[in-house]
């Protein structure tokens, strides 16, 4: 329920909701590659879908990378202009993640029925000790809607003449709390607006402006980007639209 004190803003503020899905992300006890799950679920690290004709990713020292996110669209609540169907995954490497050494990879609905990648000998258990998750987890969703978000630069409405930070400074304390809970952002999700520790680097980009959010992993209790920081996908629409994760990218902050 919006707070009193947006009330007189709400027709306007409609305007600016997103749907979005909502990730929840179950810990799991199995160690990564000793993954119990099914190889096409929806899942932070563990073993991963991949076609046996397909390069599988490497990073830039030609180390292979470790498989951080999973998801299968079909287990997915469809959202506009995302994939019904199909695999997109998120590789990191091993040693240089922190440097955004990572590759955002789509397997379609006809790669899926394609012989699968079985041995994974190339990995071993020590490669997952300095990953931002460090558990294997698996993943169900929710579909919800975005109110905003005080972070996303593409949440650019004005309270009158207000930006979000100074009509937040004319509240009370207590309208505050308010305020942050009904614009959050936070959490695992597909879509949406996006929440940041720090700033959201398409508003120092013209190309990178109206890029949409694909993918944000948030803290947990296993799961962190350096500092309390958040792993983000972002990609153009139209390339959304065409499929072609290939222009998608990978940013993370902390603080």
Same mark, same amino acid.
């Given at each position: 329920m919006i707070p009193?004190?947006?009330?007189?803003?709400?027709?306007?503020?409609k305007k600016y909701e997103r749907k979005f899905v909502r990730i929840k992300a179950k810990s799991r006890k199995e160690l990564p590659l000793e993954d119990k799950l099914d190889v096409k679920e929806s899942k932070f690290l563990g073993i991963p879908f991949f076609p046996r004709d397909k390069e599988y990713p490497k990073d830039r020292t030609g180390q292979p990378m470790v498989m951080t996110a999973q998801l299968n669209f079909e287990q997915i609540p469809f959202l506009q202009d995302f994939p019904k169907s199909g695999i997109l995954q998120l590789f990191i490497s091993k040693t240089d993640w922190y440097d955004d050494d990572a590759k955002v990879i789509y397997h379609s609905e006809e790669e899926l029925r394609k012989p699968t990648l079985s041995d994974f000998s190339f990995?071993?258990?020590?490669?997952?000790?300095?990953m931002p998750i460090i558990k294997l987890h698996q993943l169900t969703f929710k579909k919800g809607v975005d109110k905003g978000g005080s972070e996303d630069s593409q949440f650019d409405y004005l309270f009158g003449q207000d930006?979000?930070?100074?009509?937040? !400074?004319? &509240?009370?304390?207590?309208?505050?709390?308010?305020l942050g809970k009904y614009f959050d952002a936070s959490g695992h999700k597909i879509?949406?607006?996006?929440?940041?520790?720090?700033s959201d680097p398409r508003d120092y980009s013209s190309e990178r402006k109206e890029d949409i959010q694909v993918l944000q992993i948030d803290v947990d209790d296993h799961i962190m980007f350096g500092d309390s920081g958040l792993g983000?996908?972002?990609?153009?629409? !139209?390339? &959304?639209?065409e499929r072609n994760f290939s222009k998608a990218y990978f940013y993370w902050d902390c603080c």
């Amino acid at each position: 329920m919006i707070p009193d004190f947006l009330k007189e803003y709400e027709a306007d503020l409609k305007k600016y909701e997103r749907k979005f899905v909502r990730i929840k992300a179950k810990s799991r006890k199995e160690l990564p590659l000793e993954d119990k799950l099914d190889v096409k679920e929806s899942k932070f690290l563990g073993i991963p879908f991949f076609p046996r004709d397909k390069e599988y990713p490497k990073d830039r020292t030609g180390q292979p990378m470790v498989m951080t996110a999973q998801l299968n669209f079909e287990q997915i609540p469809f959202l506009q202009d995302f994939p019904k169907s199909g695999i997109l995954q998120l590789f990191i490497s091993k040693t240089d993640w922190y440097d955004d050494d990572a590759k955002v990879i789509y397997h379609s609905e006809e790669e899926l029925r394609k012989p699968t990648l079985s041995d994974f000998s190339f990995l071993s258990n020590d490669d997952y000790d300095d990953m931002p998750i460090i558990k294997l987890h698996q993943l169900t969703f929710k579909k919800g809607v975005d109110k905003g978000g005080s972070e996303d630069s593409q949440f650019d409405y004005l309270f009158g003449q207000d930006d979000y930070w100074d009509f937040s !400074e004319s &509240l009370t304390e207590e309208q505050q709390v308010k305020l942050g809970k009904y614009f959050d952002a936070s959490g695992h999700k597909i879509g949406g607006y996006a929440d940041f520790t720090q700033s959201d680097p398409r508003d120092y980009s013209s190309e990178r402006k109206e890029d949409i959010q694909v993918l944000q992993i948030d803290v947990d209790d296993h799961i962190m980007f350096g500092d309390s920081g958040l792993g983000h996908i972002f990609i153009a629409k !139209e390339n &959304l639209i065409e499929r072609n994760f290939s222009k998608a990218y990978f940013y993370w902050d902390c603080c």
